[in-house]
Nanobody, 121 residues
Framework: QVQLVESGGGLVQAGGSLRLSCAASGNIFRVNAMDWYRQAPGKQRELVATITSSGSTNYADSVKGRFTISRDNAKNTVYLQMNSLKPEDTADYYC???????????????WGQGTQVTVSS
């Protein structure tokens, strides 16, 4: 019923920047909080940043001051601006959203397909 499509990943040098996008589409009544997670090989999936429907944000300590999460509610899209990238930021990045669709009375969790971010030194 809902699809999250990610884009913007790639290979960059340390100190560089990338901007990830994730657009939700489908039978959407309301999109609640939207989040970015990442998972590196051999590690647990980590919450990187979250943003509420009203724009309040939270960040993992490891990215605070370097990453910025934002959203465009008219487009049902969340962004992650990543600056001053470090090799340890290398991971698969996944967007997540809790979405209320017209045919249900409670939100459901949806995930993007993942996008690879590789930071070289």
């Amino acid at each position: 019923q809902v699809q999250l499509v990610e884009s913007g990943g790639g290979l960059v040098q340390a100190g560089g920047s990338l901007r990830l996008s994730c657009a939700a589409s489908g039978n959407i009544f309301r999109v609640n909080a939207m989040d970015w997670y990442r998972q590196a090989p051999g590690k647990q999936r980590e919450l990187v940043a979250t943003i509420t429907s009203s724009g309040s944000t939270n960040y993992a300590d490891s990215v605070k001051g370097r990453f910025t999460i934002s959203r465009d509610n008219a487009k049902n899209t969340v962004y992650l601006q990543m600056n001053s990238l470090k090799p340890e930021d290398t991971a698969d990045y996944y967007c997540h959203a809790a979405v209320l669709v017209y045919t249900t009375s409670r939100p459901h969790d949806y995930w993007g397909q993942g996008t690879q971010v590789t930071v070289s030194s």
